[in-house]
């Protein structure tokens, strides 16, 4: 007989290692980060424990189930629709008491719990030591500590899974006094009543009681989904016995229960304190703080370690790529010499498929170390802070200082920043966010910018100009954020406590999976779309092929088979749609090639450097003389206006899909695509003849 798979839902706060535990359980390598807004979609893997197999299901890290937010919302709709076998409860051990509000809501869910004790290492080192075997009691749930960054205290957890999938026990729910623990047992008892064939509805019909008093916006929805008719006269009576109690109180009745709530945790954390943290004031963290969160120098050291990480990246990239360079160069070489004859198969495979798909090869290195850097800023904490220090600043454009974490998530790539938006409350903060994410130059413009950038400039000024690319994304944002906060999304921003976790060392292993994670996406998106746009340009860039009578082409062979090629070229029906579009972008500083390119761009910004490949072999030029070739056709105005352009112009289609998705909206996503593009013609068409004007960049 086929035994049943076990669900489990790992649950938690934001910092609270959530996503490491659920890494240990599950072996699956899933990105961890020290702020709020990553894990925004829930991650799934399995494991195995004496024979049973658990089906694992990472939800986005929360602080409460009472929905304010997105993330909220996937954690709520996972417990309350999905019925997991076991919840599991990550909590930070040496932030006990703030962490048990989230568990006093989880207990009252009636499923199986397992407490997490996690980060009990750094509990002990402050001091701090809790009596597991009360908190076991008290809450009548199993109770583990574990160290989830070394793996310490996996195993017990697994089994400790185990015994509360076959256990029988219910988890000890919060006591809120008599009067509203009458309302609540009075409700529950309604709910069981009409919930009858429902068992998945009965256990929790203390939370749907608790729920329906605290009038939680479309609770009385999800409960008529359960009950049918009987919901409208239980929503009823739950708001009759709120008044009469808020009436009594003098208070709403979401903030008296909430104060219960938070009550129960500090008795709770009374109870079970052993021994109390010894909390030294200037410690490791807040010295650290003192300086890189200061309100003067906090902003400008944020920009100066950006500039670091573009030092890194070009200064340790070049032998790498170099290396890679070489190596693409040797294939065409060799498959010229093993192929001799000359056929559109040849071409395909050398001018449209290596020269494609070898174009984004040789930047892998640049994206690789781009990642390691992202990857130890984020791991350390870094990244809360900058969210922190620019609260200031995007409180004046109409948000807060969460929105920032998006768009610095957008540093890496546009989707899973779209994604994070969930973590905003304010829908217009949302909207805002989103709109102006792809201004955050993403891991796939970088091959753009480390084409153009060697070509141009002298090896002192290459990571100057990557970080004013960069900057000049950060402050199109923020114009962008003012302008639309002031016009199509007035209104006030919300409210809200930034968290800073306390600073960690990144371990080696997190900060090589991230780098292998992005590196492995890299080239999967090479060996695939790439791939395949490249062998579609390529088919553009060749046919038509035009007909030569016998004499001219024996001429021009003779002359130059260059002329020749380039002939063909503009005769294709890429060179057709360049010529087409090219008295658009002609004041722009560009020519039909970069026109054509920067088509192929929108199914993948990295395209726009697989097609220049294209077109220049087809024309004569190797692979490894790109920066050459684009020496002798461009000025390096028009390399800044390209990378402007690209910078700002079109997000790529799996943006569009997302923004479409978290929007709900197609106009959005229209009104980004038109929106952006017009701001990317009307800077590129000011720099570009304000240069020509004052004839800078001119050869």
């Known amino acids: 007989m086929k035994k049943r798979i076990l669900k489990v839902a790992i649950a938690g706060n934001p910092n609270s290692g959530k996503t490491t535990i659920f890494n240990s359980l599950t072996g699956t390598r899933q990105k961890v980060a020290n702020y709020p807004g990553v894990t925004v979609e829930k991650k799934e893997g399995k494991f195995n424990c004496s024979g049973y197999e658990f089906h694992a299901v990472d939800l986005p890290g929360t602080y409460s189930l009472t929905v304010s937010s997105e993330d909220e919302r996937v954690a709520r709709d996972f417990l309350l629709e999905e019925n997991p076998d076991v ?8 932030n006990f008491e703030r962490n048990a509000y989230l568990t006093s809501q989880l207990l009252e869910l009636g499923r199986p719990l397992v407490l997490v004790l996690n980060m009990s290492d750094r ?35 697994k089994e400790a899974i185990l015994r509360a999938s076959f256990s029988s026990r219910i988890p000890n729910a919060v006591d809120y006094g008599q009067e509203i623990g009458d309302a609540v047992s009075t409700i529950a008892s309604k709910i069981d009543a009409a919930s009858e064939k429902s068992s998945s509805v009965r256990h929790k019909s203390r939370w ?36 009469g109690i808020e009436g009594h109180h003098g208070a709403p009745m979401d903030i008296l229960i909430a104060e219960r709530r938070h009550g129960f945790a500090a008795g709770l954390y009374r109870e079970v304190q052993i021994s109390a943290p010894a909390y030294v004031k200037g410690g490791f963290s807040e010295s650290i703080d003192d300086i890189l969160t200061h309100r003067i120098f906090g902003i400008p050291l944020f920009f100066a370690i950006m500039y670091a990480v573009f030092y890194i990246t070009f200064t340790l990239s070049e032998f790498p790529m170099r290396l890679i360079e070489g190596g693409i160069g040797w294939i065409a070489e060799s498959i010229e010499i093993l ?16 020269s494609g798909v070898g174009g984004v090869m040789v930047f892998l290195p640049n994206i690789a170390l781009l990642f390691m850097c992202i990857s130890i800023l984020e791991d ?124 960690r060392m990144p371990t080696l292993s997190g900060i090589l999976i991230h780098m292998w994670e992005r590196s492995k996406l890299y080239l999967k998106k090479a060996g695939t779309l790439i791939l395949a746009v490249s062998i579609i340009m390529w088919f553009l860039t060749s046919y038509p092929r035009p007909v030569f009578n016998p004499a001219m082409e024996a001429g021009s062979r003779q002359d130059s088979e260059v002329i020749l090629q380039a002939v063909a070229l503009k005769s294709s029906i890429a060179g057709k749609i360049g010529a087409a579009i090219e008295p658009a972008i002609k004041p722009l500083g560009f020519d039909w090639r970069i026109g054509t390119a920067l088509i192929g761009a929108f199914a993948a910004k990295e395209v726009f450097v697989s097609q220049m490949s294209i077109i220049f072999s087809l024309e004569g030029e190797g692979v490894s003389s790109m920066t050459e070739v684009l020496q002798r056709f461009y000025s390096p105005l028009v390399g800044v206006c390209v990378m402007l352009f690209c910078l700002i112009g079109f997000p790529c289609f799996a943006t569009l899909v997302m923004t ?22 009307v800077v590129t068409f000011a720099v570009y003849q304000f240069g020509q004007a004052f004839g800078i960049g001119l050869i």
């Open 87 to 94: 919840i599991v409860d990550v909590v930070d051990a040496s």
């Open 123 to 157: 509990a002990a080192s402050m001091g701090q030591k809790l009596d597991l075997a009360m908190i076991s009691e008290l809450l009548g749930c199993e109770v583990v500590e574990t160290v989830g960054s070394r793996g310490c205290g996996i195993s017990a957890l």
């Open 208 to 243: 749907f009681a608790v729920k329906l008093l605290e009038a939680e916006r479309g609770i009385d929805e999800k409960l008529a989904g359960f009950t049918g008719s009987a919901a409208k006269g239980i929503y009823e009576e739950a708001r009759r016995m709120a008044d």
């Open 339 to 354: 192929w001799p004859a000359e056929s559109m198969l040849k071409s395909l495979v050398i001018d449209g498929m290596i």
């Open 380 to 503: 350390s904490g870094y990244m809360a802070r900058v969210a922190f220090i620019m609260d200031k600043l995007m409180h004046k454009i109409g948000l807060h200082g969460k929105s920032f974490i998006p768009m610095v998530i957008g540093f890496g790539c546009s989707v899973p920043a779209i994604v994070a938006t969930r973590t905003l409350e304010n829908r217009r903060d949302r909207l805002a966010t989103i709109f102006v994410i792809p201004l955050m130059s993403c891991g796939a413009r970088l091959p753009i910018y480390t084409l153009i950038i060697p070509a141009f400039f002298p090896e002192s000024w290459r990571p100057k100009v990557l970080w004013i690319i960069y900057f000049v994304g950060i402050v199109l944002a923020v114009a962008v954020i003012k302008l639309l906060r002031v016009s199509v999304l007035k209104g006030d921003s919300s409210p809200f406590v930034m968290e800073l976790p306390p600073y």
């Open 660 to 681: 479409r998705k978290e929007t709900g909206s197609t106009k959005w996503a229209i009104f980004q695509v038109v929106g952006l593009t017009a701001l990317a013609y």
